[in-house]
Structures are given as C-alpha cells and as structure tokens.
C-alpha cells in the first residue's frame, strides 16, 4: 500500500526529473545525461531515449515468446497452461499438480501452486487482480512496459534435482555480445516469491569466476558447475539480444535442458 501511494505521489513527475531524483536517492551522486560515463549513468540514459517497440515486445513476459520463436529458439520456451484477464476464471482444478503462476507486465508477482497444499484462493484472486492494474512503468519509468496488456500466465513448474534450487543463468550482452554472467542461485521461496537469500556469482563470458560482488552476497563456486552445454547458452543470448544495446537475458540449464527465462533491459 505504502508503495502505491508512493507511485501516486511521484507519478506527475516527468520522466528525467523522476530519473534524476532516483540516481541522488540511490546513490548520493548527480546523474550525468549530457555525458553519461557508468554502467548506471547509461543504463538511465537509455531508458530516457531508447524508445524501440521491440523492448515492449520482449519485456512482455507472454508475448516475448512470439519474439524467441522467431529467434528460432521456439524449443526453449516452457510450457504454458493458460493465459488470463482475470484470476477469477482461473480454474485450478484442471491444472497439473504444481504450477509457477505469473504477470506479464511487471516484477516479482508471482506464485507457485501446488495441489497438495492449502490454498486461499479469494486471496489469490484478490492480489493477482490488483496486479493487473498496476503500471509498472509509473514506479521504474522504464518505457518498455508502459503499454503492456495485463495477462495472468501460467507456466510449467521448473525443478533442478542437481542444484535443488533453480538456478538462474543471468547473461550481460552488449551489442549481442556475452561479457558477462551473473548466476543466482536460492533466487526463488518455496512459496515462488523473490527470495531474501539470493546468492550470487560473477563470471567471464567463459565461465571463469571473477571476485566481483554485484548487490548480492556470492556463493562457493564449487557448488555449481559448468554446464556441458554451456557454449549453447551463450550462443541463445546472443541470438536474442542481437537487435539490443544491451540486454539481460536469462536462462535455466536443468540436466542440460535450456529453458529461457526473461528478457531484462535494466536490471537493478
């Protein structure tokens, strides 16, 4: 609630002068447009200017799917059980025994349902469909979700029994070029929130760690190796970051399974 009231107070504000508020309240520093020099200072430089209709495509966690099949990376996308308007005309008893449920057109709302446990639907129906009538845009002007249509989907349930807990492959692309690689692990509760715990590693495009620490406390890199099928990861990101700037695009490697994630255009 407080959040909203937030988004409320702060949404006569113009796009830059928003931006420009953020960057001091973030950082302590005055963000520079005219000559942005920082990872940041360009990220917020092109979500200022970068108004390509591609990015609504792909920031739209539904319709970016029409985007990867394009791609020719149809056989990467996880399985999809339904697409809605309303929670309400959800019927969950037709669905499999365990599900990820999610929006399309913003950050972290999201469950997993599972049929062994108890489930209030009325809250459920309740927050997914104040959901839907959130503008994501409004709180992180980020452009390339402010003309979504708000769908409720519902997906396969992912599950790693190598790593227990899935493993999210965060790959850095600048002009369709990996340079980096940010992999999470713990990122999900068993609930299918964002989790508190997320634990996060850098690497080199070649998966070479690096004693980088980028927001989030890191992990033994012991515990998760290199997948054999990695070079192919890296090549999907590639493809489908290709037309952008920069572009975050994430992936799963369940047993050598590639599933794709999301696209991110400003991450953090």
Not at 48 to 64: A, G, H, Q, W
Not at 130 to 146: D, H, I, P
Request: aromatic fraction near 14%; glycine fraction near 6%.
């Amino acid at each position: 609630f407080a959040n909203r009231v937030k988004v409320r107070v702060l949404s006569g504000l113009s796009d830059e002068l928003f931006a420009r508020m953020k960057y001091r309240e973030n950082t302590g520093r005055k963000l520079n447009l005219k000559n942005p020099r920082t990872f940041n200072e360009k990220l917020w430089w092109l979500k200022l200017n970068n108004r390509d209709p591609l990015l609504t495509i792909c920031s739209d966690k539904y319709k970016v799917r029409d985007y990867v099949k394009k791609c020719g990376l149809g056989h990467i996308l996880t399985k999809i059980y339904g697409v809605y308007d309303d929670a309400g005309n959800i019927n969950l008893n037709e669905l499999p025994n365990k599900v990820f449920i999610k929006c399309n057109h913003g950050s972290g709302k999201n469950i997993i349902w599972d049929k062994s446990k108890p489930f209030d639907r009325k809250i459920f129906i309740k927050e997914f469909n104040s959901a839907l009538k959130q503008n994501y845009y409004l709180q992180s002007r980020e452009w390339n979700y402010k003309n979504i249509e708000p769908k409720i989907i519902i997906e396969e349930f992912l599950k790693d029994e190598i790593n227990k807990s899935l493993v999210d492959y965060k790959f850095l692309c600048f002009d369709g070029k990996v340079k980096l690689l940010f992999l999470n692990k713990d990122s999900i509760t068993k609930e299918g929130l964002h989790s508190p715990n997320i634990k996060r590693n850098v690497y080199d495009r070649d998966f070479n760690y690096l004693n980088i620490r980028v927001v989030r406390e890191g992990f033994e890199p012991s515990l998760i190796k290199k997948p054999r099928n990695y070079n192919q990861m890296v090549a999907y990101a590639e493809i489908l970051s290709e037309p952008f700037p920069f572009c975050r695009v994430d992936l799963y490697n369940i047993d050598g399974c590639i599933r794709f994630g999301e696209m991110t255009f400003y991450p953090g």
